[in-house]
């Protein structure tokens, strides 16, 4: 059975836009939170990505904590890659410069994703989380820039760079 995604965008000015693909998403920008939904078409949540602050201090500001979700049954179609590369190119048209992921290990498809994405495994603590039994922590790092000057300010993504991640990985109907 063939899944279809439903993609929609909203900037900051609330304008929302369908689009429909084969591999699709929802793309929001929320409340400085930039959140993507999979969903297919009987509404059913196939997976989420989604980045918050890294750290609470001004210093930080440019640096972002990523989550990937996929349901088991939408694993190994696409849906997370293309989550994934939506939310990185809105976090970079934002003007974050950099991206951490926490992953509980072991999780190998976790791993993987990130690797793949370009991500860098920086370090790794075990005995950190509790969950079904303790697991260590691996922490992955992607720079979205480079360079020592200093940063701009990050902004919201506009309705015309939304609009443009839309179309990127979908067309719209």
């Not at 939310?87 to 190998?108: F, H, I, K, Q, S």
């Not at 992955?140 to 200093?150: D, F, P, V």
């Amino acid at each position: 059975m063939e899944k279809h995604l439903f993609l929609t965008g909203a900037s900051g000015s609330g304008k929302t836009t369908l689009i429909r693909n084969a591999l699709g998403a929802r793309l929001a920008y929320a409340g400085g939170y930039v959140t993507e939904r999979a969903l297919d078409a009987d509404g059913r949540l196939l997976g989420y990505a989604c980045a918050h602050r890294w750290h609470p201090r001004e210093a930080y500001d440019w640096s972002v904590e990523s989550t990937i979700y996929c349901a088991p049954d939408a694993r190994g179609c696409g849906v997370g890659t293309l989550l994934y590369r939506a939310l990185l190119e809105l976090l970079t048209a934002c003007g974050y410069w950099n991206v951490y992921a926490l992953v509980a290990d072991p999780n190998p498809a976790s791993e993987r994703i990130h690797a793949q994405l370009g991500f860098s495994c920086v370090g790794r603590t075990p005995h950190t989380a509790y969950k079904f039994g303790w697991l260590g922590l691996s922490t992955w790092w992607l720079a979205l820039r480079t360079g020592n000057e200093k940063p701009a300010p990050v902004r919201m993504v506009t309705a015309e760079q939304t609009q443009a991640v839309l179309c990127k990985y979908g067309k719209t109907e």
